[in-house]
Structures are given as C-alpha cells and as structure tokens.
C-alpha cells in the first residue's frame, strides 16, 4: 500500500480507502487480508488483469490518434476469406506496408473470421456477407458473382432443375463444409429448387473440391472467385451456368466503425477495382469455360 501511494503521489489512507471503495461498489474482495504481505483474491487478479489492458490500451490512444491524423496506424488486423486469398492477398499485404507500422494478415472461412471481427480480434474482415444483421460496423461492397455449375471437363452439364435431381445418383454432389458461409448459401439454394441431394463428401477448401471434381469424383456448385482460388491446370473442370433462379454471392469488406478513417473506404476501392479487372497473373492461371 505504501509503495502503491509513492507511485501515485498520494497518502496510504488514499489508496487504502480507493480499495474499499472498489471492493464496496462490486461487492468483492480484492485483497487475502489474512496473508502477509497481501496477496490478491480471484477477484482481485482479475481486476489487475483486466486494469492492465485497459491501462495499456488508454496509453496507446494518444499514439495512435496522432498516427491516424498521419495517415499511419501501428498495428491493424485484417481478415480474409479463402475464396479471396489468391485474388487480393499480395493487394491487401501491400496495403498494409504502407498504412500500418504493423500489421497481421489472416486468411480462412467466413463465420470464423467474422465471429473474431465481432469480438473485436479482427480490425478489417473481407468477406461474404455473413454480419449484415450486425449494427455499428462500416460496411463496403466488393463484388458480386453468380453461383455456377462446376463439372469434370467434357461431362455434360445439367441444363435444368431436374437433370440436376437427375445427375446426383450417378455423379454425386460435393458439398462445401456447412461451416463456410458459402456451404450454408448454397444448401438455402437447394432448398429452394427443392433439390434433396445426398450427402456422400464435404469440404472446406476450395481447392480440394475442384481437386476432387477434376478426378471425376463428382460435381458442385461454388463462384469463380472459388474457381480460380483453387488454381488447377486448365481443361481439368468446365463451369456452366446454374439452372434455375440465378444465385448471386455477394462479398464484402466490414471494418471496426469510425476507427481507422478512411483506410477502409480506401482498401475497399483498391479491392473493388482488382476484382472488377480479374486479379493479379495467377488468378488467370485457368481461365472459366
């Protein structure tokens, strides 16, 4: 207690009885008074634990709004989904080098990445639309793109709902993991061209699908941002057009509201116009059918 009132240029009482006020207030207790020396409660570590993160943070606002009013944030967090990884990941990398003094890049499925923007992990998020029901957070539209039919090459594509029906016993249907967010839009979409396909293989990764497609394991339906995310040498799949009521996907970027500026506007535009040219060299490695 004394050398705490040292510190902050008070009297012992002082500190002694801002501890009781806090212990009355939360109704706890923060200090084991039986022990000597002190030694803190439960309570009272998780107090100090959580007082040293808000403490830490409160010293880093100052930095930071000067940093911002720079230009230059020093750390940002940016998440990616999958689908978009080979589309923009060397764009958004370059980004970051130039905005932030640090910055980490994360790439995976939508409903992980978005869960870590809510709970505040993640700074920036681009995306599916996965949190749109979610208030406060800065919103921008990337892209939008058809679902579509994804075959072996030179296999017959289904031209309407009932061929479809149709095909499934012979060839079956690969689905994508119902914990990506595209796996939950297209089984919605099923369920609306009332289509009961069996479940025989399920996957989270876009190219592990096309991979199995190429070897005549089956069909899917997936996007050509997927497509061309999964990079397989050209003439190995075809991509036909979905029967039935078109399915559009649509991709977005969410940032944390009001905290960078306009560095999110600023990476949406960027990513808009990448997208709308069709991506960096690799992305063209196997062009659509």
Request: net charge neutral.
């Given at each position: 207690m004394a050398h705490a009132a040292r510190r902050l240029g008070v009297t012992q009482p002082a500190v002694s009885q801002t501890i009781a006020?806090?212990?009355?207030?939360?109704?706890?207790?923060?200090?084991?008074?039986?022990?000597?020396?002190?030694?803190?409660?439960?309570?009272?570590?998780v107090l100090r634990q959580r007082g040293s993160l808000l403490l830490a943070d409160a010293r880093e606002i100052g930095p930071?709004?000067?940093?911002?009013?720079q230009r230059r944030v020093p750390f940002l967090r940016v998440g990616v989904v999958d689908s978009l990884s080979r589309a923009l990941a060397d764009l958004v990398a370059g980004f970051l080098a130039e905005v932030a003094d640090q910055s980490t890049l994360l790439s995976g499925l939508t409903i992980?990445?978005?869960?870590?923007?809510?709970?505040?992990?993640?700074?920036?998020?681009?995306?599916?639309?996965?949190?749109?029901?979610?208030?406060?957070?800065?919103?921008?539209?990337?892209?939008?793109?058809?679902?579509?039919?994804?075959?072996?090459?030179?296999?017959?594509?289904?031209?309407?709902?009932?061929?479809?029906?149709?095909?499934?016993?012979?060839?079956?249907?690969?689905?994508?993991?119902?914990?990506?967010?595209?796996?939950?839009?297209?089984?919605?979409h099923l369920r609306r061209l009332r289509l009961d396909l069996p479940r025989r293989q399920e996957f989270d990764s876009t190219y592990a699908v096309a991979a199995a497609i190429a070897s005549g394991l089956g069909w899917t339906i997936a996007t050509p941002l997927c497509v061309r995310e999964a990079a397989l040498p050209a003439g190995l799949i075809d991509c036909h057009p979905l029967p039935g009521p078109l399915a559009i996907r649509r991709?977005?970027?969410?940032?944390?509201?009001?905290?960078?500026?306009?560095?999110?506007?600023?990476?949406?535009?960027?990513?808009?116009?990448?997208?709308?040219?069709?991506?960096?060299?690799?992305?063209?490695?196997k062009p659509l059918r």
């Open positions: 006020e806090i212990e009355a207030r939360t109704g706890t207790t923060l200090f084991d008074r039986r022990t000597r020396p002190l030694s803190l409660t439960s309570a009272g570590l930071l709004l000067r940093q911002i009013g992980s990445q978005t869960s870590s923007l809510v709970t505040r992990q993640l700074d920036i998020f681009l995306g599916a639309q996965e949190v749109e029901d979610t208030e406060g957070l800065e919103r921008h539209v990337l892209h939008e793109e058809p679902y579509i039919l994804v075959c072996k090459a030179g296999v017959p594509a289904p031209g309407t709902v009932a061929e479809m029906a149709a095909l499934a016993p012979q060839s079956p249907f690969l689905r994508f993991n119902a914990r990506s967010r595209m796996g939950l839009e297209i089984e919605r991709l977005v970027l969410v940032a944390q509201p009001r905290e960078f500026g306009p560095l999110p506007a600023q990476l949406a535009t960027l990513c808009r116009l990448r997208l709308r040219e069709g991506g960096p060299p690799a992305f063209d490695a």
